[in-house]
């Protein structure tokens, strides 16, 4: 296993860069896997179902060099990686792209080697377990805009300001409960998904 991508092999971002390009409308996450896989890459990976944890190292692999992809390719002004599991695909350069910096949480998760190195098999588990529990938390819409104290017919603008509501309610820095504020970020998004703002 590399330490870090300095020692991923250059002949792996190369089979990225390729498989981008011959796929411009871009690619799904595990798609972009298999082929890689097929081309001699995540040797370490059963033929399916592998079990967790190589789907992990799999998954942290190719986003950590897609990370370092991007910041190549904008770096060098060639283009620009829009980075996601259903939508992996290279974008042309825009001299806007450079001065449209937010913080990226994923991407900084992403290059930090010790994700990697520090993850065991019960982690992943209970990444996967705390995943299905926020996606069915709420099992229909009732469910969620009761969570939220509303009920149909209600527009998404409503929906934003009873969440900005609740959430400065409940919120643990004002001696609020962070149980019921995730209850009620899993609420909206449900709903809409999280507001911007």
């Known amino acids: 296993m590399p330490a870090s ?4 092999p250059d002949l792996f971002f190369t089979a990225i860069e390729q ?4 796929h411009p409308a871009g690619m799904r996450e595990y798609e972009l ?24 190292r799999a998954h942290f692999l190719l986003f950590h060099a897609l990370y370092t992809l991007g910041d190549r390719l904008s770096s060098s002004e060639q283009g620009r ?13 825009s001299a806007g792209d450079s001065s449209l910096t937010t913080p990226d949480p994923l991407r900084t998760y992403y290059l ?9 098999e019960d982690d992943v588990c209970k990444l996967i377990a705390s ?12 469910e969620a805009l009761a ?3 509303l009920e149909d017919p209600v527009d998404d603008a409503t929906i934003k300001l ?9 919120h643990p820095d004002r001696g609020g409960d962070n149980d019921r504020l995730q209850a009620i970020n899993a609420a909206v998004d449900c709903l809409i998904g999280k507001p911007l703002s």
């Open 33 to 56: 896997i298999g082929i890689l896989r097929d081309r001699g890459f995540f040797d370490f990976l059963p033929p399916p179902p592998a079990d967790p944890l190589q789907l992990f």
């Open 147 to 149: 969570e939220l104290g």
């Open 112 to 120: 930090d080697w010790s994700n990697l190195d520090g993850t065991t």
């Open 131 to 142: 995943f299905w529990n926020r996606l069915g938390k709420f099992e229909n819409r009732d």
């Open 162 to 170: 009873a969440w900005r509501r609740l959430a400065m309610e409940h």
């Open 5 to 8: 991508s300095t020692q991923l």
């Open 81 to 93: 990686l829009e980075i996601g599991p259903l939508c992996i695909r290279r974008l042309p350069w």
């Open 19 to 22: 498989e981008l390009q011959g």
